[in-house]
């Protein structure tokens, strides 16, 4: 069965750095659009980064522009997202997911999911 497991999150100070991977099995993962969404405590999952299959085309929340870079590497079926200049908003629980879709943000349109990795940024 198709799994993505998340990995690297921790906690880190504010204006530090982290990068999260996500490991895909169970798919051909480059048929698939993969993203990152964040959940923080008492909010609603959202969407923050997302690129197509071969990584060229990439798109962000503009919360993150500048911040994050989200990367792939489809020999290793694996997802990254680089963390930069980190503040304590960006503290959330971080899945990847997996869409067949070509393009679009809304959570809805992600086939498959991880279970997450927190990420705590101090202040």
């Known amino acids: 069965q198709v799994q993505l497991v998340e990995s690297g999150g921790g906690l880190v100070q504010a204006g530090g750095s982290l990068r999260v991977s996500c490991a895909a099995s169970g798919l051909t993962f480059s048929n698939y659009r993969m993203g990152w969404f964040r959940q923080a405590p008492g909010k609603e999952r959202e969407f923050v980064a997302a690129l197509n299959w071969s990584g060229r085309s990439t798109t962000y929340t503009d919360s993150v522009k500048g911040r994050f870079t989200i990367s792939r590497d489809n020999a290793k079926n694996t997802l990254y997202l680089q963390m930069n200049s980190l503040k304590p908003e960006d503290t959330a629980v971080y899945y990847c997911?997996?869409?067949?879709?070509?393009?679009?943000?809304?959570?809805?349109?992600?086939?498959?999911w991880g279970r997450g990795t927190q990420v705590t940024v101090s202040s």
């Open positions: 997911a997996a869409s067949h879709w070509t393009s679009g943000s809304d959570k809805g349109l992600f086939d498959y």
